[in-house]
């Protein structure tokens, strides 16, 4: 966002050189950077707060919601089956979604509801004492993750500042930038390099401790943004997955490709295949006749003991499959080795008719998984958190230093002035085409991207028209 002093745009060039073709870029470079930073940093900006808060909340939550979460160890077990009764109980008016049975000694049972006075992918949850039987409490529930009220109000204000669809433009907007602005960066800084060959590479690898203020904070603003950009790209690249336009097209590609993550068949009319034994990789084994079926409270210890037996062990998601389909158990460990084995269980056999093991999912499953969590700050734990919070209070940093470069170029209380404009008409034409070229294709990939790169160029070059026609005007005047 901050610019260094620029010369007059070169004169067009029939065929740039490889060392011209920077030269001709680079002012268009750093006004896409200038720009980009002065119009969607503020977007960055809350982006990058939210998101500084939302790296406390796996800390906070186990002690905000203590009561609900935990329990006192026991070696005294209530069936599965009566701790859902108990869950359903306190749950009147929903309809039985997941079951999560308490992964250690300490931990409870979570029954989760479909409530239709909730929004979507919002729950409704029982958490029981699996020693007692007893219920802990009934809180709100967001997500695959079962994120607890505040998780969920702090994740909702950082996906759409609490304004529902409309309000996921602006996360959209900022993922969509940020990689630009990052390489923008980074190609600015390669420039500098170049020139500054003969420099130490402290001097531009560390930030300044000496010298004027502005220029202080240039490095500081420059050396900070070099060290982030790895992390930042990965958190652009990761939060437009969650986007509304981006984030279909993802689905999109994903889909045609078979990068999805694959789930186990469920359907239990005919034949089906019979899971491997425990340790063995998905694979299909002899058949088995079944007949349709519904899910009972008591099925789910059915479910339980076959995962058990099918070597599914840790946080498990039990989700019953409705008339006619299969009980779906589901590793949901989420940290680093991750466990993701899924089986399907026949609810009145026991019988494990499909297995899905993590370790056969396609690669681009596996990456899409691991950028998620350790987007949300899940893969490494606390190393994961700690990360995010780092480069969202480099972010926050870089934004806000950038405002204040800005400012200070300028005399008195004035903000400075823009970089070097008519870096269009200096474009010689095969470059221009390029650029324009280059647009098209990111606006089809990243829309809302691509809609705002096009309005700049149309801007640009409204306004580089504008520019030679008012000399000759004067000249005719």
Same mark, same amino acid.
């Given at each position: 966002?901050?610019?260094?002093?620029?010369?007059?745009?070169?004169?067009?060039?029939?065929?740039?050189?490889?060392?011209?073709?920077?030269?001709?870029?680079?002012?268009?470079?750093?006004?896409?950077?200038?720009?980009?930073?002065?119009?969607?940093?503020?977007?960055?900006?809350?982006?990058? /707060?939210?998101?500084?808060?939302?790296?406390?909340?796996?800390?906070?939550?186990?002690?905000?919601?203590?009561?609900?979460?935990?329990?006192?160890?026991?070696?005294?077990?209530?069936?599965?089956?009566?701790?859902?009764?108990?869950?359903?109980?306190?749950?009147?008016?929903?309809?039985?979604?997941?079951?999560?049975?308490?992964?250690?000694?300490?931990?409870?049972?979570?029954?989760?509801?479909?409530?239709?006075?909730?929004?979507?992918?919002?729950?409704?949850?029982?958490?029981?004492?699996?020693?007692?039987?007893?219920?802990?409490?009934?809180?709100?529930?967001?997500?695959?993750?079962?994120?607890?009220?505040?998780?969920?109000?702090?994740?909702?204000?950082?996906?759409?500042?609490?304004?529902?669809?409309?309000?996921?433009?602006?996360?959209?907007?900022?993922?969509?930038?940020? #990689?630009?602005?990052?390489?923008?960066?980074?190609?600015?800084?390669?420039?500098?390099?170049?020139?500054?060959?003969?420099?130490?590479?402290?001097?531009?690898?560390?930030?300044?401790?000496?010298?004027?203020?502005?220029?202080?904070?240039?490095?500081?603003?420059?050396?900070?943004?070099?060290?982030?950009?790895?992390?930042?790209?990965?958190?652009?690249?990761?939060?437009?997955?969650?986007?509304?336009?981006?984030?279909?097209?993802?689905?999109?590609?994903?889909?045609?490709?078979?990068?999805?993550?694959?789930?186990?068949?469920?359907?239990?009319?005919?034949?089906?295949?019979?899971?491997?034994?425990?340790?063995?990789?998905?694979?299909?084994?002899?058949?088995?006749?079944?007949?349709?079926?519904?899910?009972?409270?008591?099925?789910?210890?059915?479910?339980?003991?076959?995962?058990?037996?099918?070597? /599914?062990?840790?946080?498990?998601?039990?989700?019953?499959?409705?008339?006619?389909?299969?009980?779906?158990?589901?590793?949901?460990?989420?940290?680093?080795?991750?466990?993701?084995?899924?089986?399907?269980?026949?609810?009145?056999?026991?019988?494990?008719?499909?297995?899905?093991?993590?370790?056969?999912?396609?690669?681009?499953?596996?990456?899409?998984? #691991?950028?998620?969590?350790?987007?949300?700050?899940?893969?490494?734990?606390?190393?994961?958190?700690?990360?995010?919070?780092?480069?969202?209070?480099?972010?926050?940093?870089?934004?806000?230093?950038?405002?204040?470069?800005?400012?200070?170029?300028?005399?008195?209380?004035?903000?400075?002035?823009?970089?070097?404009?008519?870096?269009?008409?200096?474009?010689?034409?095969?470059?221009?085409?390029?650029?324009?070229?280059?647009?098209?294709?990111?606006?089809?990939?990243?829309?809302?991207?691509?809609?705002?790169?096009?309005?700049?160029?149309?801007?640009?070059?409204?306004?580089?028209?504008?520019?030679?026609?008012?000399?000759?005007?004067?000249?005719?005047?």
């Amino acid at each position: 966002m901050t610019v260094d002093e620029q010369p007059a745009p070169p004169s067009p060039a029939a065929a740039p050189t490889r060392a011209g073709t920077w030269s001709l870029l680079r002012p268009l470079v750093l006004r896409i950077h200038f720009w980009a930073g002065v119009l969607v940093g503020p977007f960055l900006l809350v982006a990058a /707060l939210t998101g500084l808060v939302y790296t406390l909340m796996p800390a906070l939550e186990p002690v905000v919601y203590r009561d609900e979460l935990t329990v006192p160890p026991s070696d005294t077990q209530v069936p599965l089956a009566d701790q859902v009764r108990v869950g359903m109980d306190a749950l009147p008016g929903t309809e039985l979604r997941a079951v999560r049975p308490g992964a250690t000694p300490t931990d409870t049972t979570q029954v989760i509801a479909n409530d239709p006075r909730l929004p979507e992918s919002f729950y409704r949850t029982a958490f029981v004492d699996p020693h007692t039987g007893d219920l802990r409490g009934v809180l709100e529930t967001y997500g695959s993750g079962q994120a607890m009220p505040l998780r969920a109000w702090v994740d909702q204000l950082h996906r759409n500042l609490h304004l529902g669809d409309a309000g996921r433009l602006y996360t959209e907007l900022a993922a969509s930038w940020l #990689w630009v602005l990052v390489l923008a960066g980074l190609t600015l800084w390669i420039g500098l390099v170049r020139r500054r060959r003969k420099e130490r590479a402290s001097a531009l690898l560390v930030p300044r401790t000496s010298g004027g203020r502005r220029a202080r904070l240039l490095s500081w603003h420059a050396v900070v943004g070099l060290w982030a950009a790895a992390g930042l790209l990965f958190l652009s690249a990761t939060g437009l997955t969650w986007s509304t336009y981006a984030g279909e097209n993802i689905s999109t590609l994903r889909a045609q490709l078979s990068w999805e993550t694959p789930e186990p068949e469920t359907a239990l009319t005919g034949t089906v295949a019979v899971a491997p034994e425990a340790g063995e990789h998905a694979g299909h084994g002899g058949t088995a006749m079944t007949t349709p079926t519904t899910a009972t409270p008591a099925s789910f210890d059915v479910a339980a003991r076959a995962a058990a037996d099918a070597g /599914l062990d840790g946080p498990l998601d039990i989700t019953p499959g409705g008339e006619g389909a299969a009980t779906t158990v589901s590793q949901i460990d989420r940290t680093w080795p991750q466990r993701l084995d899924a089986i399907a269980v026949d609810p009145d056999t026991g019988q494990v008719t499909d297995v899905v093991r993590g370790d056969d999912w396609p690669l681009a499953a596996k990456l899409a998984r #691991w950028g998620i969590d350790a987007h949300m700050g899940l893969l490494f734990g606390v190393a994961n958190q700690v990360v995010l919070a780092a480069l969202a209070t480099g972010l926050a940093c870089m934004i806000v230093w950038g405002y204040v470069l800005w400012w200070r170029r300028g005399p008195g209380r004035r903000p400075g002035h823009v970089p070097a404009d008519g870096v269009l008409r200096s474009l010689p034409r095969g470059l221009y085409a390029a650029v324009v070229v280059v647009t098209i294709a990111v606006g089809v990939a990243v829309p809302l991207l691509g809609a705002s790169l096009l309005a700049f160029l149309l801007i640009e070059t409204l306004l580089d028209r504008r520019r030679t026609a008012l000399p000759e005007e004067r000249q005719n005047a």
